[in-house]
Nanobody, 120 residues
Framework: QVQLVETGGGLVQAGGSLRLSCAAS????????MGWFRQTPGKEREFVAA????????NYADSVKGRSTISRDNAGNTVYLQMNSLKPEDTAVYYC?????????????WGQGTQVTVSS
């Protein structure tokens, strides 16, 4: 059974930093794209950053580019999102995602989310 468990959220002042962690278990994640998404009440979940488990290629939403770094620890099966220079508009529930597309379709797994609140 696949499990994605996010930790590291909390309350931080604007300009501060947080590091989110996503512990992945239940299968081998090579070939998966591991991502972070966020959602605020009344809005759709939006992409934040992603990294390919194999190779380490990454990409970011424009809203966090230059302020955030996604990384992975293959040995520990953990994905991180380091967020710096946080802004109040970064306040959201952050979700970890594991995504893979194969010849027979796509697979998506989600964590339960972790709350990030940035005060002004």
């Amino acid at each position: 059974q696949v499990q994605l468990v996010e930790t590291g959220g909390g309350l931080v002042q604007a300009g501060g930093s947080l590091r989110l962690s996503c512990a992945a278990s239940g299968r081998t994640f090579s070939g998966y794209r591991m991502g972070w998404f966020r959602q605020t009440p009344g809005k759709e979940r939006e992409f934040v950053a992603a990294i390919w488990w194999s190779g380490g290629r990454s990409n970011y939403a424009d809203s966090v580019k230059g302020r955030s770094t996604i990384s992975r620890d293959n040995a520990g099966n953990t994905v991180y999102l380091q967020m710096n220079s946080l802004k109040p508009e970064d306040t959201a529930v952050y979700y970890c995602n594991a995504h893979r597309v194969t010849g027979i379709g796509a697979s998506d797994y989600w964590g339960q989310g972790t709350q990030v609140t940035v005060s002004s």
